[in-house]
């Protein structure tokens, strides 16, 4: 059956009608029923790998929604992220040693090859794996619009200049999204994925020590969960990793905002939504509108994650990859 794991989440599921009419009036060329002819099998093979590498590790829901934000942003969500090569976008530096996931986009790639050969692009594989990331982890079901097509090349340079970094102010990154279409609303929402998932102490040990000149730590991060991660990455590597969540880790839910309000945001960028001069100024009354209502939040994530994902390579542009890590 298409949609059969599918259930395994139904007491999770949300569909909302504002996000059923964002598919139908901007689907353009993409539209949920690309496959329906030519490869029925997707649904059932992409959520059966998901379903499989999340069962050993819950992580990897919150690492393949990343690979598609990641993916997206530079070049469009044309799989140019999966392209093997030194000059690749995965050996960037806000990609490197730390975007996950590809072995398992490899694994559905190489079942669906074998059942509808060159029909599936690689980038729709990396969208619809996002979204079941999402599901399976608790969060919001969405239609995916499909019928990408996979980039020729990939693009280093734009994932180094491109991509949103966790060092970066308020305003910066908000300037980032609307160089791909993308409003204040969606910062808010999609940095709300970092309800699930983990992050790696080179990108918050900053807050922990020598923070400026008159403060060693971070004012807007609660003291308590400041010791806690100074004790987590002392002497270490940069490498150990904490849970982006603290409250519900493995949950997708509205806990990532409660924690703003309550300090206890794990990157600067996180923290700076609520409490950064910029972020009261444009992104605070979102942070509490999305602290205090669940389903507004899963709503609007939804519709963002649509729109995000509606930034492809369509008809004669790109092609249809047989390995998702080189260009045919």
């Avoid at 395994?8 to 996000?19: D, I």
């Avoid at 059923?20 to 959520?47: D, K």
């Avoid at 074998?114 to 079901?141: H, K, N």
């Avoid at 603290?246 to 794990?266: I, Q, W």
Wanted: negative net charge; contains cysteine; proline residues 4%.
């Amino acid at each position: 059956m298409e949609h059969s794991l599918y259930y395994y989440c139904r007491s999770w599921l949300l569909v909302c009608s504002s996000v059923l009419a964002l598919c139908l009036g901007s689907r353009g060329q993409l539209t949920p029923g690309f496959y329906r002819s030519t490869c029925p099998q997707l649904y059932y093979t992409v959520q059966r790998h998901v379903f499989d590498a999340m069962r050993a590790e819950t992580r990897m829901g919150a690492s393949l929604l990343r690979l598609h934000f990641h993916d997206c942003f530079v070049n469009g969500c044309d799989a140019s992220i999966l392209l093997d090569g030194d000059d690749g976008e995965k050996f960037a530096l806000p990609n490197r040693n730390s975007v996950r996931g590809f072995e398992v986009i490899d694994a559905i790639k190489a079942d669906l090859e074998s059942v509808c050969p060159e029909v599936v692009s690689c980038a729709d594989i990396v969208a619809l794996a996002a979204s079941y990331g999402v599901l399976f982890s608790g969060g919001p079901y969405y239609d995916v619009l499909l019928g990408r097509r996979d980039g020729l090349v990939a693009n280093q340079s734009g994932a180094n200049s491109g991509l949103p970094s966790p060092f970066e102010p308020i305003d910066s990154i908000i300037q980032k999204f609307a160089a791909v279409d993308l409003n204040t609303t969606d910062v808010v929402v999609l940095s709300g994925a970092h309800t699930i998932g983990r992050a790696r102490c080179a990108l918050f040990s900053n807050r922990l020590s020598n923070f400026s000149a008159t403060e060693s730590v971070d004012p807007t991060l609660d003291a308590g969960l400041a010791e806690s991660l100074q004790s987590l990455c002392a002497g270490g590597d940069g490498n150990q990793t904490s849970a982006l969540d603290v409250s519900t880790p493995n949950a997708f839910d509205n806990a990532y905002y409660k924690n703003l309000l309550l300090e206890k945001g794990l990157l600067s960028s996180d923290q700076g939504l609520f409490s950064s001069p910029e972020g009261v100024a444009r992104t605070k009354a979102l942070v509490e509108t999305y602290s205090q209502d669940s389903e507004h939040f899963f709503c609007h994530f939804a519709s963002s994650m649509i729109k995000m994902g509606n930034i492809p390579l369509t008809a004669s542009d790109g092609e249809i990859r047989k390995n998702c890590r080189v260009a045919n």
